[in-house]
Each structure stands twice: as C-alpha cells, then as structure tokens.
T-cell receptor, first 115, second 112 residues
Framework: GAVVSQHPSWVICKSGTSVKIECRSL??????MFWYRQFPKQSLMLMATSNEGSKATYEQGVEKDKFLINHASLTLSTLTVTSAHPEDSSFYIC???????????FGPGTRLTVT | SQKIEQNSEALNIQEGKTATLTCNYTNYSPAYLQWYRQDPGRGPVFLLLIRENEKEKRKERLKVTFDTTLKQSLFHITASQPADSATYLC???????????FGPGTRLSVLP
C-alpha cells in the first residue's frame, strides 16, 4: 500500500515553455501533498505544501507564479513549471500524506531538463 | 535557526557489520523524527517514525533511538548487506503530521 506515482518520469523542454508534472496517490487519499526539488548531491528542498481544495503554501524563495500547484482532488496534485529556464533543471519529487498520518510517501521523481 | 546535521556525508562499512548513522538537531525540540532511505534518481522511502516519548523503535534489521536530551537520533542497520547501500535521511518535525525538513543525508556504502 501507500503508492505514489509521478508522470512523466523525465522531460526535456525548451527554455520559455511550460511543463506540467502529475502526482497521484494510488491507494490512499492524500489530504496533503508536497512538492520538493533536489539538485545533484543535495538533500530535498520543500517547495510547497498543498491541501486538497486549498491554495498551496509556498516556502520562502519559491515563486508561486512560476511554480503553479493544483491539488484538485484527494489523489491528484499537479506542478506546472511556467516559462522554464535552464536553472529550473532539477529533480522534482512529490509526496503525499493521508489525514492524521505523520509519514509521507514519495513519488519516484521527475527529472526536468530545460535546454 | 533550526539546524539538522547527519554525522557524515558518506560512510563505508563491511558487509555483515552494523551501520550506525547519526542525526543531530539544534535550536528546536521535535516531537517526532522520521528516517527515510533514498536511492539515486528515486524518491525517498519511509522507514521508521519515532516519537519523543519512545526511546527506541525497531523494524526487522533496523533500529532507531531518539534522545531528546542529547538532541540526537541514531539509526542502526544490523547485519548490513550491499543492498542497504543508499542515502539515509533523517527528518525531525515539531508535531505529528507537521511538515518537516530533511537532514543533508548520509550516503552509506556496504562493501561485500
């Protein structure tokens, strides 16, 4: 149980375009979903937290207009990187947490490369 | 500000030995602490959660301790195997269900 999927697993896009990444909890209802970014040889950095049906809460330094998050249902959250630039190239990982739970279950990650 | 440190960036041990990883935190008092494993190019996998009123938690070959006086958690893998090679992340949180911050991780290599 507690499986989280992400799609796509990797994507290459041109500078200036937008990319959408999906995160789904497959066998549980995720009242809260998280989006992280991880650069090579670094730990995960939390970008934002989203509760189903509410606006996402962004961490300091994360541009909400650039990283659009939608958590429209208890099993789906999306992250859209708008007007992507090469410095946005990174490994993006989502996680999901059920109501009342402490642990998070992570997706396999999406490798974004902006050329 | 809150700070999380993990004992070393990398740790090499011989197969069959016990691996001990350390997580130290400063400037706050978490009520819960979690340990995750991350393999290269993959998302972290939840391993264990320990509460502040629990001294120790075990799961198969894994053992976690939580010393709120020392502000430290130890993560042990007994009878280590090459398949245990991965990066291990600790994640303290102030309250159950609250967001947490990951430590920098320790990359464990178990040598055959």
């Amino acid at each position: 149980g507690a499986v989280v999927s992400q799609h796509p697993s990797w994507v290459i896009c041109k500078s200036g375009t937008s990319v959408k990444i999906e995160c789904r909890s497959l066998d549980f209802q995720a009242t809260t979903m998280f989006w992280y970014r991880q650069f090579p040889k670094q730990s995960l950095m939390l970008m934002a937290t989203s509760n189903e049906g509410s606006k996402a809460t962004y961490e300091q330094g994360v541009e909400k207009d650039k990283f659009l998050i939608n958590h429209a249902s208890l099993t789906l959250s999306t992250l859209t990187v708008t007007s992507a630039h090469p410095e946005d190239s990174s490994f993006y990982i989502c996680s999901a947490r059920a109501q009342g739970a402490g642990e998070q279950y992570f997706g396999p990650g999406t490798r974004l490369t902006v050329t | 500000s809150q700070k999380i440190e993990q004992n070393s960036e990398a740790l090499n041990i011989q197969e069959g030995k016990t691996a001990t990883l350390t997580c130290n935190y400063t400037n706050y008092s978490p009520a819960y602490l979690q340990w995750y494993r991350q393999d290269p190019g993959r998302g972290p996998v939840f391993l264990l959660l320990i509460r502040e009123n629990e001294k120790e938690k075990r799961k198969e070959r894994l053992k976690v301790t939580f010393d709120t006086t020392l502000k430290q958690s130890l993560f042990h893998i007994t009878a280590s195997q090459p398949a245990d090679s991965a990066t291990y992340l600790c994640a303290p949180s102030l309250r159950y269900g609250q967001n947490f911050v990951f430590g920098p991780g320790t990359r464990l290599s178990v040598l055959p």
